[in-house]
């Protein structure tokens, strides 16, 4: 039995958790709604105690590796509309700077035009320093993925540092070269 796939997940007050006949998960918060359909694998219970079970139908495989993750994934969504989630960045470099225009992310990275993002529906912006960025948002899946569209422009370089990080990431760093 899997460890995560069983244990209950607890709704909290102000959030209404709906659960269709085929599977679709509809999760309302003080943040915003999420939905998703899940296969049927996995039968999704909600008890009187005011929380969700994750109960799977048979011992096959790919039932097992469905019971932890459908069990994790509306727990995202529980915490997602409640809370929300934020990834931060850093950005390391002379000249590298971002700020916000409307819902696009503006950012110098030393190219010789500067980089705009447009930020996904469900997603804001945050600069509180001219080197930091803050994204933030309901989804966790789309936040992360947001922040890695953003992280790829400069990736971090082993030599220098220069580049755009996740907080509290740590580079490695190569020695240069020396001169004899």
Known sequence: MSR???????IPDGVTFTVTDNNVVTVKGPKGQLEKAFKNNVKIVKNDD????????SDLKEDRAMH?????????????VTEGYQKKLELNGVGYRASIQ???LVMNLGFSHPV???ALEGITFETPAPTKVIVKGIDKETVGAMAA??????KPEPYLGKGIKFEGEHIR???GKTGK
Request: net charge positive; aromatic share 2%.
């Open 4 to 10: 995560i796939g069983r244990m209950p997940i607890a």
């Open 50 to 57: 005011n929380e969700v079970v994750i109960e799977r139908n």
């Open 68 to 80: 932890g993750l459908t069990r994790s994934l509306i727990n995202n969504m529980v915490v997602g």
């Open 102 to 104: 409307g819902n696009k």
């Open 116 to 118: 705009e993002v447009e």
């Open 149 to 154: 569209d953003i992280r790829k422009w400069r």
């Open 173 to 175: 760093r190569k020695v």
